[in-house]
Structure formats: structure tokens, C-alpha cells
């Protein structure tokens, strides 16, 4: 069984910040990219941001600059700190473990947290 266990959403004014964290736990062998996406009320998950294993990173251009993903790769984890939030951020933040394989002789499959609600006031 694969859990990801996300914290570090709440409430925050605008121009400041949070850091999320999500661990995934549970038999996993390696983990291909792990993430952050966002759902916003009447709107459709996006990307906000990705890295690899290898350190590769993506961010969504309307938090470039703003975020940071990083990653602790033995420890399974995936952070993401947010900084000058704007109302506009605000949404469910999900944690996506992708192309986790459980074992060597496993195929790869896509895991997502439960979300974590941040909340940016104007």
C-alpha cells in the first residue's frame, strides 16, 4: 500500500508565505517525478510545479519565480515552498507521486495525495 501523507496548507495574507510537504510512504522501489497541483473552485486541476529524480524542475509560469519544489530523495519527500502569495493561489494543493514503481519488477503507476487546502486573503 502507497500513502502520501501532504501538510502545511492554512490561511495566509497576501505577499506571504507556507511550505508544503508531502511524504509517500508504504513499499516503493523508485519514484520517477513527484509534484504539486492545484484545484481551484469551477476550475480544472493544473500543474503548479515537478521534479524529477534527477533534479529536473517545471513550474507553471504563473508561479515562477514565487515557488520552489525540492525533493528528499531517500526519504521520499517532496516540499514546496511558496512565497509572495497571491488570492489567486489559492486553491487545494494535491502531492502526485509519478511513475512509482513498487518493486523492481513492478510496472509504474500515478499516486495522489488527499489535498491540502491553501487559503491566501487579499
Known amino acids: 500500500q502507497v500513502q502520501l501523507v501532504e501538510s502545511g496548507g492554512g490561511l495566509v495574507q497576501a505577499g506571504g508565505s507556507l511550505r508544503l510537504s508531502c511524504a509517500v510512504s508504504g513499499s516503493i522501489f523508485t519514484i520517477n517525478a513527484m509534484g504539486w497541483y492545484r484545484q481551484a473552485p469551477g476550475k480544472q486541476r493544473e500543474l503548479v510545479a515537478r521534479?524529477?529524480?534527477?533534479?529536473?524542475?517545471t513550474y507553471a509560469v504563473s508561479v515562477e519565480g514565487r515557488f520552489t519544489i525540492s525533493r528528499d530523495n531517500p526519504k521520499n519527500t517532496v516540499y514546496l515552498q511558496m512565497n509572495s502569495l497571491k488570492p489567486e493561489d489559492t486553491a487545494v494543493y494535491y502531492c502526485?507521486?509519478?511513475?512509482?514503481?513498487?518493486?523492481?519488477?513492478?510496472?509504474?503507476?500515478?499516486?495522489w495525495g488527499q489535498g491540502t487546502q491553501v487559503t491566501v486573503s487579499s
Open positions: 521534479i524529477r529524480s534527477g533534479g529536473a524542475t
Open positions: 502526485n507521486a509519478g511513475g512509482l514503481r513498487r518493486t523492481y519488477y513492478d510496472g509504474s503507476s500515478d499516486y
